[in-house]
């Protein structure tokens, strides 16, 4: 269990451009969520996966956004023409099933300028 | 839908004090909860969990939180804190008919020496 890894942990970025982050879940587990976690606030839903379908989006992931898991094992997440609104810490967090905890990694914080 | 209340933002407490961080959850159905500790430029770490059976659940370093099903709470406590106790504290819930964990604002534990 090497835990969950994201990449990279900080992101600068100037208003309008596109990034990308990515999150390699706990190896045995099909669950993959992303989180979004501003300043003093506790983490927001943004997506779900069970193995590489997508089976959940918040209505905070606009259609800048999107997330990918292409064979069930690492994810992306892309935005878009970002936005200063966008600067927050985004989680990855995976598990082994329903109702099990998650495990989280470290964050990705965005700093869109 | 389901919603999780930690009324306290900031709690300050003396080393070797005890603490109670309170957690209040709604839902219409059978929920399962959690508390996570995140400490400064960390991820979201799980402290304890109340799956099903006993309603006083406990962790390793000290910690423990009780079920209340008929005041939907799940507060956590611990007898004595240490300096090293000092970090930001959720609650989420989740259930067993969603995918989501909704996680409350946090609070902030600060132990003074």
């Known amino acids: 269990d090497t835990g969950v890894s994201q990449d990279p942990r900080h992101k600068i970025t100037k208003r309008g451009q596109n990034v990308t982050f990515r999150c390699d879940p706990i190896?045995?587990?099909?669950?993959l969520y992303w989180y979004r976690q501003t300043l003093g606030q506790g983490p927001e839903f943004l997506t779900y996966?069970?193995?590489?379908?997508?089976?959940?989006k918040s209505r905070l992931l606009s259609d800048r956004f999107s997330a990918e898991r292409p064979k069930g094992s690492f994810s992306t997440l892309e935005i878009q023409r970002t936005e200063q609104g966008d600067s927050a810490m985004y989680l990855c967090a995976s598990s082994h099933g329903q109702n099990s905890p998650l495990h989280f990694g470290n964050g990705t914080r965005l700093t869109v300028t | 839908a389901q919603s999780v209340t930690q009324l306290d933002s900031q709690v300050p407490v003396f080393e070797e004090a005890p603490v109670e961080l309170r957690c209040n959850y709604s839902s219409s159905v059978s929920v399962y909860l959690f508390w996570y500790v995140q400490y400064p430029n960390q991820g979201l770490q799980l402290l304890l969990k109340y799956l099903s059976g006993s309603t006083l659940v406990e962790s390793i370093n000290g910690f423990e939180a009780e079920f209340n099903k008929s005041q939907t709470s799940f507060h956590l406590r611990k007898p004595s804190v240490h300096i090293s106790d000092t970090a930001e504290y959720f609650c989420?819930?989740?259930?067993?008919?969603?995918?989501?964990?909704?996680f409350g604002t946090g609070t902030s534990l600060t132990v003074i020496p």
């Open positions: 190896s045995e587990h099909n669950r």
């Open positions: 989420a819930v989740n259930t067993n008919t969603g995918n989501q964990f909704y």
């Open positions: 996966f069970q193995n590489e379908a997508q089976l959940e």
